[in-house]
């Protein structure tokens, strides 16, 4: 769901910006671009909280002292950078949004949102299977495996869809909440 999201914020940055080219004065693409650079900053504190939920839940879940106290030691041990670095980076790559030369150009937006695609994880086994499938005689493996533009292509599309669905209703919701307030207070 995380890669969903923010690759659809990347490929929703492409057809923004084409359609800003086409309608350059047109306020209601202004506005909606400022809503979702909102979503993605509010996602950002949302994603990094559940993470931190969901740890401490973890932790509570562990049956025994000996399993807690390993937990512990990989959560503040030696190498613990390898828990705690994935989780800040995607919730700095979300904060720079904050940035508006960030939040202007076609490229950085692109670039920062593809960066969530790839975890460490998936870096090491992407570089351990190319170490490990270099030799000719594993060139074969997998050779089966078709994957059909057509498939590429509804990948991509879910993607932008499911994320304009989240943002249409975080600016909606937002402006509802906004007219309510001033109802109320004012």
């Known amino acids: 769901m995380r890669i969903d999201i923010f690759v659809g914020f990347g490929f929703y940055s492409i057809i923004y910006f084409l359609l ?21 900053i509010f996602g950002g504190f949302l994603w990094l909280c559940l993470w931190l939920i969901g740890t401490l839940v973890f932790y509570q879940g562990l049956e025994n002292g000996i399993e807690k106290q390993e937990y512990i030691e990989r959560a503040i041990g030696k190498h613990s950078y390898g828990i705690w670095i994935q989780p800040f980076f995607w919730f700095s790559l979300t904060q720079l949004y904050r940035m ?12 920062i949102s593809l960066l969530f695609a790839l975890t460490f994880e998936q870096f090491m086994i992407l570089v351990t299977s190319i170490h ?4 000719p005689d594993n060139w074969t493996f997998g050779y089966n495996l078709t994957l059909s533009p057509y498939w590429i292509f509804l990948g991509w599309l879910s993607k932008i869809l499911l994320f304009i669905f989240v943002v249409v209703f975080y600016h909606f919701g937002i402006k509802k909440i906004k007219t309510l307030y001033n109802k109320v207070y004012n």
Not at 132 to 135: V, Y
């Open 20 to 40: 800003r080219l086409i309608f350059r004065e047109n306020t209601f693409l202004t506005e909606f671009d400022k809503s979702v650079v909102q979503a993605i």
């Open 100 to 111: 508006g030369i960030i939040r202007k150009f076609l490229i950085s937006r692109i670039i």
């Open 132 to 135: 490990r499938d270099f030799s």
